[in-house]
């Protein structure tokens, strides 16, 4: 089992930038898909970006370009910068990890890691107009 603990969420004004954290830990196998999801009050669980064991990356449309997925290996860190927050944007934020997908299957649609992975406690993030 991998544990995740998701940390730097906040309050940020429209346009502002948040930095988030997850610590990864646990029997991590070398290929896997970590993952950033998002629930706002109310709706239904979002996939924001993905990244595989190769570095690849993937992003939904609402935030291509204005959030990074990225990756330290050594420091068991994952990370997504936000930059240009929109209050849209404001939810719960998850970092999870799929460890049966890699590669093609690697996207950022969070329901594998529902069904098959982990996930941690979340983070609140706040943007205000």
């Known amino acids: 089992q991998v544990h995740l603990v998701e940390s730097g969420g906040g309050s940020v004004q429209a346009g502002g930038s948040l930095r988030l954290s997850c610590v990864v830990s646990g029997n991590r196998k070398h290929t896997y898909c970590l993952k950033w999801f998002r629930q706002a009050l109310g709706k239904e669980r979002e996939g924001v970006a993905s990244?595989?064991?190769?570095?690849?990356?993937t992003y939904a449309d609402s935030v291509k370009g204005r959030f990074t997925i990225s990756e330290d290996n050594a420091k068991n860190m994952l990370y997504l910068q936000m930059n240009s927050l929109k209050p849209a944007d404001t939810a719960l934020y998850y970092c999870g990890i799929d460890p049966f997908a890699t590669g093609p299957a690697c996207q950022v649609d969070p329901a594998p890691i529902i069904s098959r992975g982990d996930w941690g406690r979340g983070t609140q993030v706040t943007v205000s107009s």
């Open positions: 990244i595989d064991d190769n570095g690849k990356t």
